[in-house]
Nanobody
Framework: QVHLVESGGGLVQAGGSLRLSCLAS????????MGWYRQSPGNQRELVAR???????DYGDSVRGRFTISRDGANYAINLQMNSLKPEDTAVYYC?????????WGQGTQVTVSS
């Protein structure tokens, strides 16, 4: 079982920045990928950014160039630096961990961007 603890959400004005963090703990055999997804009311959950165990990164089209995902190599921890935030970035952000074909999710952290 993998447990994910998220931190860093909050309220920010448009154009501002926030940093999200996620720490995984538990019985971890191998990291396939770790990342962030988000969901706003009435919309499906969508990829924000992810990083594989090998260090490859992938971003959603709407955040590419504004958000940066990084991993603490010594731990199963990731950070998401979010810059130039827009009101449409408002959503609940969920940490995701993929291991051996199984998905693990955090409880989510609210990010609200005011105009």
């Amino acid at each position: 079982q993998v447990h994910l603890v998220e931190s860093g959400g909050g309220l920010v004005q448009a154009g501002g920045s926030l940093r999200l963090s996620c720490l995984a703990s538990g019985i971890i055999f191998r990291l396939n990928a770790m990342g962030w997804y988000r969901q706003s009311p009435g919309n499906q959950r969508e990829l924000v950014a992810r990083i594989t165990g090998a260090g490859a990164t992938d971003y959603g089209d709407s955040v590419r160039g504004r958000f940066t995902i990084s991993r603490d190599g010594a731990n199963y921890a990731i950070n998401l630096q979010m810059n130039s935030l827009k009101p449409e970035d408002t959503a609940v952000y969920y940490c995701h961990f993929l291991m051996l074909g199984k998905d693990y999710w955090g409880q989510g952290t609210q990010v609200t961007v005011s105009s």
